[in-house]
């Protein structure tokens, strides 16, 4: 896939570079310079697309928030929405995704629970698993969770954040504390070199 900058404020307006990967909200591509690549914003870029897998992405770009791990291919992604489409007999608007568990065994066989919300209003757990580097033979499970379970869950992983949180911000706080006395040590020793 290949993208055009069309926002006319960036140094790069008109010009088109290869996709190299891209997020929700975000793409990077190749450029030519030091690094060898740049990040522009997904509203500053206007696609051109190669393949109906490209068009999948741009269209149902929500699907991007969760994480492909090596091995896994984005037609899990398609995969995912038509099972979606398929038992809920509704079409996909949009995505809230929560939670994106990851586990992989010696087999190269993986497994995603995905906790999610979509279309706004409904809350689903999606079990997916199946083998490395293989574009097909997804097993995939959509289950619905009832709102009592739903707030149930949100709860514990809102304290679970929470806490984990707490515990970052104590952490830098001492990297602020030991950065603070060492610029000034209140009984100056000799630095041990």
Not at 111 to 135: D, H, R, T, Y
Request: proline share 2%.
């Amino acid at each position: 896939m290949r993208v055009k900058i069309i926002d006319s404020n960036l140094e790069d307006y008109n010009k088109e570079f290869k996709l190299r990967r891209m997020n929700y909200d975000q793409v990077v591509v190749n450029y030519p310079g030091n690094s060898g690549i740049k990040v522009f914003n997904k509203d500053s870029v206007e696609f051109i697309t190669e393949s109906e897998i490209d068009e999948f992405l741009i269209s149902y770009s929500d699907f991007l928030k969760i994480k492909l791990n090596r091995g896994i291919s984005v037609t899990l992604y398609k995969a995912i929405l038509d099972t979606i489409e398929k038992e809920f007999e509704i079409e996909f608007k949009d995505l809230n995704l929560l939670r994106d568990k990851y586990i992989v065994n010696k087999r190269g066989i993986w497994e995603k629970e995905i906790l999610c919300v979509i279309n706004e209003i409904i809350p689903l757990k999606i079990m997916a698993s199946g083998q490395n580097f293989k574009k097909s033979g997804f097993n995939i499970k959509v289950e619905e969770i009832n709102k009592e379970e739903f707030f149930e869950i949100c709860s514990f992983e809102i304290k679970k954040i929470s806490k984990e949180i707490k515990e970052k911000e104590e952490i830098l706080a001492r990297y602020g504390m030991a950065i603070e006395k060492i610029k000034k040590p209140e009984n100056p020793v000799k630095m041990l070199v």
